[in-house]
């Protein structure tokens, strides 16, 4: 392995805080709120039936590599 554990933690680190402020700033754009209708719930639930999605489509491959 080329990359040591904390060199990947730190990098996931920096994916994940600049997908948070390409959020913040979609947000700010499109005058939405954090919070309420369509905040920070709605994203939760997207990103966990993304997420839940991927992996069932992983484990689950219909052609069978997985």
């Known amino acids: 392995m080329s990359q040591t554990l904390a060199a990947m933690a730190k990098k996931d680190a920096a994916e994940t805080k600049k997908l948070a402020e390409q959020l913040l700033a979609q947000v700010k754009h499109e005058e939405s709120n954090l919070v309420g209708p369509g905040?920070?719930?709605q994203l939760t639930k997207t990103v966990l039936e993304t997420?839940?999605?991927a992996e069932m489509t992983e484990?689950?491959?219909p052609a069978?590599?997985?």
């Open 39 to 41: 905040g920070l719930n």
């Open 51 to 53: 997420a839940l999605e």
């Open 59 to 61: 484990k689950h491959d």
């Open 64 to 66: 069978g590599r997985g």
